[in-house]
C-alpha cells in the first residue's frame, strides 16, 4: 500500500516567518494528496489538495505542489502569523482497494507553533 | 456546510466501564470512519462504514467495536475501557462519489477526549 512520511516538529517561527513543511509519499499511481490542519481543540479539516501531478493546492496563504518526480508534496507559507498554529497533517489514499473505500492515511503530524 | 458533531468534547470513564461514542452526520454520507490520535502516531483507523449496517475493521480494531444503525450515526463501543484506551477520538465522514466525481475527503467532528483511569 502506499505509504506517507512527514517532517518531525515541532516547528517554532516567529510571525511572518516563511514555512515549509516536507511530505513525501510512496505510491501506486498518482493518486490525490491532501494536507489536512486540526487547530487547537478542534478536529481536523482539508486545507488543500492536489488531484494530479503538477497541480498546486493553495488555501488560505498556503501552497503544495504535487511533485512525481521527487514524490513530494512540501507544504509552504510566504507569511506565517499566530492564527496558524496548529497541528498539519499530509496524506493520501491507502492505495488498498481505497478506490471502494475511500480511505486515507496520514502522517504524523507536524506541529507548528507561531510566536508573535 | 457539512457537520460533523460527536456526542461529548470530554469523558472521564473507569477501567471496565462500557463506554459508548456517537458521531451524527448531516450531510447523507454514505462513509464514516472512527479513529483515534495519539502523540507521535498520528491518526490510526479503528473501524470504518461503508454505509448502514456495513462495518470493515481498521488496523486496529482491538478492544473496539461499532454500530451504524443509521446513515447518519456512527457509534463505537468500548466493550471494556482499559486505561491505554485513553486518547482523543476522531469521527470522519465522506460522501462517495463515483466515476470522474470520486471523492476521498474526509470531514471531520471536534473529538472526543477520552481518559480512563
Known amino acids: 500500500g502506499n505509504s506517507v512520511t512527514q517532517m518531525e516538529g515541532p516547528v517554532t517561527l516567529s510571525e511572518e516567518a516563511f514555512l515549509t513543511i516536507n511530505c513525501t509519499y510512496t505510491a501506486t499511481g498518482y493518486p490525490s494528496l491532501f494536507w489536512y490542519v486540526q487547530y487547537p481543540g478542534e478536529g481536523l479539516q482539508l486545507l488543500l489538495k492536489a488531484t494530479k501531478a503538477d497541480d498546486k493546492g493553495s488555501n488560505k496563504g498556503f501552497e503544495a505542489t504535487y511533485r512525481k518526480e521527487t514524490t513530494s508534496f512540501h507544504l509552504e507559507k510566504g507569511s506565517v502569523q499566530v492564527s496558524d498554529s496548529a497541528v498539519y497533517f499530509c496524506a493520501l489514499p491507502t492505495g488498498l482497494g481505497s478506490s471502494n473505500t475511500g480511505k486515507l492515511i496520514f502522517g504524523q503530524g507536524t506541529t507548528l507553533q507561531v510566536k508573535p | 456546510d457539512v457537520k460533523v458533531t460527536q456526542s461529548s468534547r470530554y469523558l472521564v470513564k473507569r477501567t471496565g466501564e462500557k463506554v459508548f461514542l456517537e458521531c451524527v452526520q448531516d450531510?447523507?454520507?454514505?462513509?464514516m470512519f472512527w479513529y483515534r490520535q495519539d502523540p507521535g502516531l498520528g491518526l490510526r483507523l479503528i473501524y470504518f462504514?461503508?454505509?448502514?449496517?456495513?462495518?470493515e475493521k481498521g488496523d486496529i480494531p482491538e478492544g473496539y467495536s461499532v454500530s451504524r444503525e443509521k446513515k447518519e450515526r456512527f457509534s463505537l463501543i468500548l466493550e471494556s475501557a482499559s486505561t491505554n484506551q485513553t486518547s482523543m477520538y476522531l469521527c470522519?465522514?465522506?460522501?462517495?462519489?463515483?466515476?470522474?466525481?470520486?471523492?476521498?475527503?474526509?470531514?471531520f467532528g471536534p473529538g472526543t477526549r477520552l481518559t480512563v483511569t
Open positions: 450531510m447523507d454520507h454514505e462513509n
Open positions: 470522519a465522514s465522506r460522501l462517495l462519489g463515483t466515476g470522474s466525481r470520486f471523492n476521498y475527503e474526509q470531514y
Open positions: 462504514s461503508y454505509d448502514v449496517k456495513m462495518k
